[in-house]
């Protein structure tokens, strides 16, 4: 027999074994071709190809049902639940897939991610998935990658200035540098404005550990112009009340701008000195995400576009 024809020959293998497996549940020939919806005749040549391809007898008559031999029941055996397995892969898939959109994602991000980025993209995946938990870890920088290193959470978020080799950074939107003052501070009107012209005005900041933080201190020293700290807090809706009040300026990504603050507070471009932040999905390299984990991941993608575009 040639390597087609004994392809083609296991290929079709499965019809005399269900015929088979069916003869042996029911009883009978004619009830096993019902449940096949074939012919008699068709179940009985499959029957005796069978028998003649394993070499020996498998069905024997015992008054009017047929019944196994030894070498029957052995075959049975081990016939059995490959038939059901294959007979019933479609229901099976589709309990798997449903189960799929079940489960946990942890996703790390920082406090800005957080609170501008991700409410629009957390309703929409909650609308998508209602069975998956979804968990926030508020965490930033060398916290965040060490939780994708012991795989504590599914990817992170955010911002990040130096990928370290084990893991994969895909960046999907930038925004620009945004200087933030009170509306009647004089910086808000002047016409021409220059990185030195920040150095009388306390600046105030985010931790120094964060990246905002970092980025600031090296633009300014890059540029060898003097700036003070007036103020060390944590978290943009703390940091630009306290701009707003006129107790010191700020330097912060056009993401965390909303609608909201443009009445109480003025906002410059710092472009021509401070990089843009760079925002996009971090994932540990080696590991295959979920279905969970890519759709979180394309729906910050579109979010980020969108805030991209508007914030030009």
Request: net charge positive; aromatic share 6%; with cysteine.
């Amino acid at each position: 027999m040639s390597g087609k024809l004994r392809y083609a020959y296991k290929g079709d293998r499965l019809k005399p074994l269900r015929a088979f497996c069916q003869t042996v549940r029911l009883g009978s020939v004619s009830r096993a071709a019902e449940a096949l919806f074939l012919s008699q005749p068709a179940v009985t040549l499959q029957l005796q190809a069978l028998e003649r391809e394993m070499g020996t007898r498998l069905l024997e008559r015992s008054g009017r049902r047929l019944v196994m031999t030894r070498e029957g029941e052995a075959l049975y055996e081990l016939a059995r639940p490959l038939v059901e397995g294959v007979d019933g892969l479609d229901a099976a898939y589709r309990e798997r897939i449903r189960g799929l959109d079940a489960g946990t994602l942890d996703v790390a991000a920082g406090n800005s991610t957080i609170l501008y980025l991700l409410p629009q993209v957390v309703a929409a995946f909650r609308a998508a998935h209602p069975d998956v938990r979804l968990n926030l870890h508020n965490v930033t920088g060398a916290s965040a990658m060490e939780l994708l290193r012991t795989d504590a959470v599914d990817l992170a978020v955010g911002s990040v200035l130096d990928v370290p080799a084990d893991l994969d950074y895909a960046e999907v939107a930038q925004f620009e540098p945004m200087l933030i003052t009170a509306p009647d501070h004089p910086l808000a009107r002047k016409k021409q404005l220059r990185l030195q012209d920040l150095s009388p005005h306390g600046l105030i900041l985010p931790p120094q550990r964060l990246t905002t933080y970092r980025m600031v201190d090296l633009v300014f020293h890059r540029n060898q112009v003097p700036y003070t700290v007036a103020l060390e807090v944590a978290g943009w809706e703390v940091i630009k009340q306290y701009v707003a009040t006129g107790l010191g300026i700020s330097i912060v990504s056009a993401l965390c701008l909303t609608a909201e603050d443009r009445g109480r507070l003025a906002a410059r471009s710092l472009a021509a000195w401070f990089p843009p932040r760079s925002y996009g999905v971090v994932m540990r390299k080696g590991r295959h995400p979920s279905p969970q984990a890519r759709a979180f991941a394309g729906l910050i993608q579109a979010r980020l576009a969108e805030n991209a575009v508007d914030a030009t």
